[in-house]
């Protein structure tokens, strides 16, 4: 074990923190031990339980100061498109997933069903929906709601989408961004009075009849 420091709680606190945030990046869920985390700090085990009480309470705070720093760095500028928003979001959590990939896997399938993680995640994409909504161009309530409930599903599908890419990465990394920021703009576009997008190709139905279902074994010249 290192030779303890003196720290003040509030430094002990942010020190034992971010041991356990290296650790459970670093290892799977069940492989991290309590043990090992106060022998990495350099403080008993007794002090380590003192500021939390479990392994759980420790990956949930770390979880949360995660879900803090990602929407801290996470940029929604109205002077920028949207695609640029959305570029820049992306990357900040494609980062920090990378980077942290046995944690988010962990919360996502090893603590799926636990409600304090998944409270955490939830309160993270609800606020980013809402400053999605702050920053898009709605015209009146009705398309403000629509748009809510597309942002709900998107960011949803986002989170499955990269938990997935994560344990068997079928692309590359810039192709799933693409694709999430893709799927946010084919949504949103029917629902927007302005072209969230107007720089990228718009992909109509085929041209048949009138609700554009032309038949495949006759296609229009």
Same mark, same amino acid.
Request: hydrophobic share 45%.
């Given at each position: 074990?290192?030779?303890?420091?003196?720290?003040?709680?509030?430094?002990?606190?942010? /020190?034992?923190? %971010?041991?356990?945030?290296?650790?459970?990046?670093?290892?799977?869920? =069940?492989?991290? *031990?309590? $043990? &090992?985390?106060?022998?990495?700090?350099?403080?008993?085990?007794?002090?380590?339980?003192?500021?939390?009480?479990?392994?759980?309470?420790?990956?949930?705070?770390?979880? /949360?100061?995660? %879900?803090?720093?990602?929407?801290?760095?996470?940029?929604?500028?109205? =002077?920028?498109? *949207?695609? $640029? &928003?959305?570029?820049?979001?992306?990357?900040?959590?494609?980062?920090?997933f990378i980077a942290n990939r046995n944690a988010v896997l962990a919360a996502n399938r090893v603590l799926a069903g636990d409600p304090v993680i998944q409270t955490i995640m939830t309160n993270e994409l609800d606020a980013?929906?809402?400053?999605?909504?702050?920053?898009?161009?709605?015209?009146?309530?009705?398309?403000?709601?629509?748009?809510?409930?597309?942002?709900?599903?998107?960011?949803?599908?986002?989170?499955?989408?990269?938990v997935d890419w994560l344990t068997h990465e079928t692309c590359t990394r810039t192709q799933l961004r693409d694709v999430c920021i893709g799927a946010a703009i084919g949504a949103l576009r029917p629902l927007l009075a302005?072209?969230?997008?107007?720089?990228?190709?718009?992909?109509?139905?085929?041209?048949?009849?009138?609700?554009?279902?032309?038949?495949?074994?006759?296609?229009?010249?």
């Amino acid at each position: 074990m290192p030779p303890r420091q003196r720290l003040s709680p509030a430094d002990r606190h942010a /020190q034992l923190l %971010a041991v356990g945030a290296r650790l459970f990046a670093a290892h799977p869920y =069940a492989d991290v *031990l309590m $043990e &090992q985390v106060a022998e990495s700090a350099g403080v008993s085990r007794a002090l380590l339980y003192r500021h939390f009480p479990s392994k759980h309470a420790l990956f949930a705070a770390v979880y /949360q100061e995660a %879900a803090d720093q990602l929407l801290a760095g996470t940029r929604f500028d109205p =002077a920028e498109s *949207l695609v $640029e &928003q959305l570029t820049q979001g992306m990357d900040v959590h494609l980062d920090y997933f990378i980077a942290n990939r046995n944690a988010v896997l962990a919360a996502n399938r090893v603590l799926a069903g636990d409600p304090v993680i998944q409270t955490i995640m939830t309160n993270e994409l609800d606020a980013l929906r809402a400053r999605l909504l702050a920053v898009l161009p709605l015209t009146d309530e009705h398309a403000r709601e629509a748009v809510s409930g597309v942002l709900k599903s998107w960011l949803v599908f986002v989170r499955v989408l990269c938990v997935d890419w994560l344990t068997h990465e079928t692309c590359t990394r810039t192709q799933l961004r693409d694709v999430c920021i893709g799927a946010a703009i084919g949504a949103l576009r029917p629902l927007l009075a302005q072209d969230p997008a107007p720089d990228r190709p718009r992909h109509g139905p085929v041209r048949g009849d009138a609700d554009g279902d032309a038949d495949p074994a006759h296609p229009t010249p």
